[in-house]
């Protein structure tokens, strides 16, 4: 590039015009004087030819040196049509389509004059994309307690207390950003409660009446659920002596709702509640409810207490209909 200086004498150059002659009363010349007017004349000629292409290779030099600049601007500045993404976007860009999974576990153990052991795992997936939404759900409970006896006196035998575990699948397809449609598939078995296994399929209707993320780092979520499920029950009686007993089936609408809000960034209260009118067999009427609050300690790492009621109207034959749970664990978030 031409440095500025050198651009301007061209264009100087250019632009100033000759100054004015005046002409001079015409008078009378001598051949002598008229040679030597045509040789100033000729020579006034040449100079102005060098001056103006002079001119011209400045005026060029000037376009190149234009146009490269034009070019240069072009080459670092960003496209009119595409704004740069804000570290919000790019982030929310990373997380589509890619799993989020926590993991949790608790563990409760005492020795001494009694033992017990009382050990919970869950497991939890979710999956968004712009159509769907995929979730995994498993958990296990496992629980056992030994009486206390006298010193000396045989070892007493261990009591399972708790043994169950549950999976459930679920698929939503978003028609728009508050209404969707799903299948669900669940399976649970609960030795204590003389289930030995269960299960179910569902098909409804998921609206979400509220869903955002607040400046301080909380969250809101509202979500009711309109299905309608089908469950077959298969029973067995494993405690206190083992026996077979009649299978039964579970039909009818069930109404679900899930709340979620973040008191703050770090702070955050759950409560799932469903409940199901069976209209198949006998009249029957299960409510289950988790309310769970959670506290994150690390980016990762958080505590969950988690409170569970369970209520069927017609259990299995010397059950009792209600049953409840108190639990802490930790919680790993992926």
């Not at 009711?224 to 499920?229: G, N, P, W």
């Not at 988690?306 to 209520?311: A, P, R, V």
């Amino acid at each position: 590039m031409l440095p500025v200086h050198a651009l301007l004498s061209a264009f100087l150059t250019f632009q100033t015009p000759a100054p004015a002659q005046h002409s001079a009363p015409a008078q009378a010349t001598t051949p002598e004087q008229a040679a030597s007017a045509a040789e100033r004349a000729a020579t006034s000629a040449e100079r102005a030819a060098a001056a103006a292409e002079r001119a011209a290779e400045a005026n060029a030099r000037m376009a190149e040196a234009i146009e490269s600049l034009a070019r240069g601007i072009a080459s670092t500045a960003p496209p009119a049509e595409q704004k740069p993404e804000t570290p919000a976007e790019k982030k929310e860009e990373a997380k589509k389509d890619v799993w989020d999974v926590t993991v949790g576990l608790g563990l409760i153990f005492i020795t001494g004059n009694a033992s017990t052991v009382t050990f919970n795992g869950l497991v939890a997936a979710e999956r968004k994309s712009e159509n769907w939404i995929y979730s995994v759900k498993a958990s296990g409970v496992y629980g056992e307690s030994r009486p206390p006896g006298l010193e000396g006196e045989v070892e007493t035998v261990a009591q399972v207390t708790a043994l169950n575990a549950a999976l459930q699948l679920r698929g939503d397809r978003r028609f728009n950003e508050k209404i969707s449609g799903y299948l669900l598939g669940a399976a649970d078995t609960d030795h204590v409660r003389s289930v030995e296994f269960r299960g179910a399929g569902e098909a409804g209707v998921g609206i979400i009446w509220l869903d955002q993320k607040r400046k301080d780092g909380g969250e809101s979520f509202l979500r009711t659920d309109l299905a309608f499920r089908y469950a077959r029950e298969m029973r067995f009686q494993y405690y206190p002596i083992r026996s077979n007993l009649p299978d039964v089936s579970i039909g009818g609408p069930r109404l679900g709702v899930a709340f979620r809000y973040g008191i703050s960034k770090d702070v955050s209260f759950l409560e799932e509640f469903s409940v199901l009118p069976s209209l198949v067999d006998d009249s029957r009427l299960l409510i289950n409810s988790q309310t769970q609050l959670t506290v994150r300690l690390t980016k990762t790492l958080s505590i969950a207490t988690t409170f569970l009621f369970q209520y069927d109207s017609v259990p299995a034959p010397g059950k009792l209909p209600t049953d409840t749970s108190l639990s802490v664990s930790a919680a790993i978030t992926f």
